[in-house]
């Protein structure tokens, strides 16, 4: 590291990449990281789709009030709910199990928020006619409403992949064998073990930075139409 930065190194290499995948399971946190964030997303994806759909298109009673309760638990803030998740996983065995660290996705309270408002702009005219036509309430969710919420789910999962990915005090907790660590945890430790070589914790990020630019390379079509739908009033 030099002082002035030099933004076009006289003399580029490859050493630090080396360093990096040398002395450390990288590509083992690579893929802990993947496979955590792939299925948070597609877990609450799936999970708050289905509540969405439930608040917005099928009548029980106090659906307004129950939705408001769960939209209310937004306000609460993540320390605040970190100690009760860590006795409940401590409780149910599932402490340094992939599942501590996904179980969460299952309530997200701001996705459903978003696919609701989506969702109570398809006509019911829609689901009337799959409905006379046979369909089930499952295949009206998966044939009818899915589709036309394209867009906001695209911007649910870069946001959501974005935030399991970047995720580090929850798994930190969660994980505690070091085979099951997430790339956040490993560049912490990176910056730990080389506290003066930053070429090396410099290049763990630039990889970091990967996957989250190519999705949103691949959704951002997606990802403007997404959040204004998002926003309307139902």
Do not use: H
């Not at 083992?28 to 994806?45: M, P, Q």
């Not at 408002?117 to 899915?146: E, H, N």
């Not at 907790?173 to 070589?197: D, F, V, W």
């Not at 204004?228 to 009033?233: E, N, P, R, S, V």
């Amino acid at each position: 590291m030099s002082i002035p930065i030099e933004w076009i190194p006289k003399n580029p290499s490859f050493d630090a990449y080396k360093k990096l995948f040398s002395k450390f399971a990288f590509f083992r946190t690579v893929g802990n990281s993947l496979f955590i964030s792939v299925t948070y997303t597609v877990v609450t994806l799936i999970s708050a789709s289905m509540a969405a759909f439930a608040f917005a298109k099928i009548s029980f009673k106090r659906a307004d009030l129950l939705l408001k309760i769960f939209l209310s638990t937004m306000m609460i803030p993540t320390q605040v709910t970190i100690i009760p998740l860590f006795v409940v996983m401590n409780r149910l065995s599932l402490v340094d199990t992939y599942s501590s660290v996904l179980l969460p996705s299952i309530f997200r309270p701001f996705a459903m928020f978003l696919l609701v408002q989506q969702m109570r702009t398809i006509p019911d005219d829609f689901l009337d006619a799959a409905s006379i036509d046979g369909a089930s309430i499952f295949s009206m969710y998966f044939k009818v409403a899915l589709p036309l919420c394209a867009p906001t789910l695209a911007t649910l999962s870069v946001t959501t992949f974005m935030e399991s990915w970047n995720d580090y005090l929850w798994p930190l907790l969660m994980l505690t064998s070091q085979g099951k660590m997430t790339l956040p945890i490993a560049l912490s430790t990176i910056n730990g073990q080389y506290t003066t070589e930053y070429n090396v914790l410099m290049a763990g990020s630039l990889i970091s930075m990967i996957p989250i630019v190519l999705i949103y390379i691949f959704a951002q079509k997606y990802f403007k139409n997404g959040m204004m739908a998002g926003g309307i009033k139902g």
